[in-house]
C-alpha cells in the first residue's frame, strides 16, 4: 500500500548555533508530484534536504519519508530515497560506469544486476562516451547528469534534488529540466530546492516559499502570482517628463494605485479587464502624444511574488556558485 | 536535446527494495576499493608510500650513511633499514587515511554515502583497510631497494615474518591516529600541515637513523621510550641487522623492544580508536 503523501513533515525546527536554521516547517508531498522549496540562500532549503533524507536529525518535529518514519526506520528511508546534494558529490577518481556500480552494490543490488543497471543510466543520461572517463575529467554538465542517474540507480521512489541546475549554463539547465519531466511522468515524487524562480515555477506542483527556516506562503505558481495580484498594465514613458501624467492615465483607466519605479521610469497598475484597459491606455497616450518606449500587460513573475512576501529579492546566486568551484576535489589541480 | 529519456519502469529488474539485503562486510569491501582506485590514480598522493621511503634509504644510505657510526661498528646500511622501515609505516599509517576522510568530508562524499543504504561502519572501515592494504606497498618497495644496497635479513624465515607482522601491526595501531586527525582537522591541506609538523618530527626524535646514545640530555630520553625506536630496535633484532643493544644502564624500553612495541600498539589503539570513532560520527553528524 503506498502512502498518499511520499514526504510529509510536522514541525521540524533545527537550530544551528543561534540561527534557527528551520523553525517550524510543515510539509506534505502527495505521491508522485514535485514540490519545489524555494528561497534564497541560509533559507533554510539545504537544511530541509538534510533532515528528511537522514542526513541530520531535527531538534524538534517528525517526518515520514517514502511511508516510514525518519527517527524510528532511517535505514528503510535510505533504500528508498536519491539525493542529489547541492555539489555533485560524484566521486571525481572513479569513472563514470565506477561511480554507478559503486552506488548500486551500497544499495545491494547483486553485482551483475548493479552492472547491468549502470550501463543502462550511462546510456540513458547520454554518458557511454564517456563511460571509462575519469568524472575530475567531466564537464560541470556531465557531472551533474551522472550525479542525477546515481541518484536513480535504486529506482527511488522519492527524489530530493539540492538546487540542481545550480552553477550550469541555460543549456545544461534546459536537458536537466527535461529529464526531470521524465522521471515525474514517470511517478517519482520529487523534492527539489531551488533559488531560480524560473525552476520552480516550470517542475513543481506545489511550490514551498521558506525565508528564515520559516514556511511564507505555498501554492501552485498561479495561486501565488494571485497573492501578488492579478494582471497589470506595464508602461515606460520614452521621457521622464512624461512620468505624472502616465500615472495619471494609467491610475484613471485602471481605477487603482499605480506603482511607480521613477528611475525606470516604470509603472505598473492592477487591472481587472486587460486588453480593453490596455486599448483605453492607448487611445489616451495617442490623444495626449506621450511617446512610449514599452507598454504591455505584464502576469506577475515568482520574483514578484518573493519582493511581496519577503521584502527583498533573492540574491545570493554568484556566491553559490563560486563555493561550486572552490569545493571542486583537490584531485581536479593535479 | 541530447539526454534520452529515463524510462520507467526500469528495464534492468533491480527488485524492490525490502528484497535488496547486505552485509557490513561487502560494504567495507565495496569502500575499500574505491579508496584502493583512488590511491592508484593519484600517484603524488601515494608518493609517502612509494618515493619517499625509496628517497630516505638512498639518502641516508649514500649522503648521510658515511658520517653515522654504528655501535659496535656494525654496516650502517643494515642499521638505517629497521629504521626507515618504522619511519614510513609510523607515517604513512596515519597520513593516507587521515587524508582519505578529511578529503571526503570536504568533498561531500561522507553525506553521499550516509544517504545510502550502507552499514554505519563501512567508511571507515573502508579507508582503513585500503589503508593498511596500502602499506604493503611501501614494505615491499623499501625491502627490494634494501636488498639492492646491500641490507640483508639474518635470521630466519618466523623472524622475518615475525618482523612484517609487527610492521602491520603497528600500521593498523597508527591508522587510528590517522582516523582520529582526519575527523578533526577540516581540510586535506591541514592534515598535510599536521602530519609534516607533529607526525613527521617525532619519527627522527628517535633511532631511526642515529643511536639515540648520539642524543643530546632531554632527546635522548624522549627517543629512548619514542615507540618509533623500540619498533625501529625490534626490525633490527628480528631481522639480525645491527642495533644500539642495550647496556645495563638502558631503559626498559631499550631492554625489551618487542614487547614494548606490542604494549605501544596495544596502548594506541585503545586510546585512539574510540575517540577516533567517536569524533569520526561527531564531525559527519548534522
Known sequence: MAPANAIEAHGLRKRYGDTDALAGVDLAVPAGSVCGLLGPNGAGKTTAVRILTTLANPDQGSACVAGFDLAAEPMEVRRRIGLAAQDATVDALLSGFENLLMIGELHHIPRRTAKARAEELLEQFNLEDARDKLVRDYSGGMRRRLDLAATLVAGPEVLFLDEP???????????????LETLVGAGTTILL?????????????????????????????????????GEQVLLVPARADDLPRAVAILERVCGAPATVDAPARRVTVPTDDGVSALGAVVD???????????????????????????GSAPTGEETGVEQDREREPEAAAR | MSV???????????????????????????????????????????????????????????????AIAVPGGGNYKEFLMGGIFAQTIVFGGSFGVAIG????????????????????????????????LKI???????????????????????????????????????????VLIGSMLS????????????IFPLTFIASTFVPSATLPGVLRTFA???????????????????????GPGAPWSLQHPITYTLLCSAAIVAVCAPLAIRRFHRSIAD
Open chain 2, 187 to 198: 581540510s586535506p591541506e591541514a592534515v598535510q600541515g599536521v602530519a609534516f609538523v607533529a
Open chain 1, 284 to 310: 489616451e497616450l495617442r490623444t495626449q502624444s506621450i511617446a512610449v518606449e514599452d507598454l504591455g500587460l505584464h502576469q506577475p513573475t515568482l520574483d514578484d511574488v518573493f519582493l511581496t512576501l519577503t
Open chain 2, 4 to 66: 534520452a529519456a529515463p524510462t520507467a519502469p526500469a528495464p534492468t529488474e533491480i527488485g524492490p527494495a525490502e528484497s535488496r539485503h547486505g552485509s557490513a562486510l561487502r560494504d567495507i569491501w565495496v569502500v575499500t576499493r574505491r579508496g584502493l582506485l583512488h590511491m592508484r590514480r593519484q600517484p603524488e598522493v601515494l608518493a609517502d608510500a612509494t618515493f619517499q621511503p625509496v628517497m630516505f634509504v638512498l639518502l641516508f644510505a649514500y649522503v648521510f650513511g658515511g
Open chain 1, 165 to 179: 541546475t545550480t552553477g550550469l549554463d541555460p543549456r545544461a539547465r534546459n536537458e536537466l529540466w527535461e529529464v
Open chain 2, 224 to 246: 629512548e621510550w619514542n615507540p618509533v625506536s623500540s619498533l625501529a630496535d625490534s626490525l633490527r633484532v628480528l631481522f639480525g641487522n645491527p642495533h644500539a643493544g642495550a
Open chain 1, 193 to 229: 530546492t531551488t533559488q531560480y524562480l524560473e525552476e520552480a515555477d516550470r517542475l513543481a506542483d506545489e511550490i514551498v516559499v521558506i525565508d528564515h527556516g520559516r514556511v511564507i506562503a505555498r501554492g501552485d505558481s498561479s495561486q501565488l502570482k494571485r497573492q501578488v495580484g
Open chain 2, 101 to 132: 576522510i578529511a578529503a571526503d568530508r570536504k568533498n561531500g562524499a561522507m553525506d553521499r554515502f550516509r544517504a545510502l543504504p550502507m552499514a554505519r561502519s563501512a567508511v571507515l572501515g573502508g579507508h582503513a583497510s585500503a589503508n593498511l
Open chain 2, 136 to 178: 604493503l606497498l611501501p614494505m615491499l618497495l623499501m625491502s627490494i631497494c634494501g636488498l639492492i644496497v646491500g641490507w640483508r635479513i639474518r635470521t630466519g624465515f618466523l623472524d622475518a615474518l615475525a618482523g612484517y607482522g609487527l610492521l602491520i601491526l603497528f600500521a593498523f595501531a597508527m591508522i587510528w591516529v590517522g
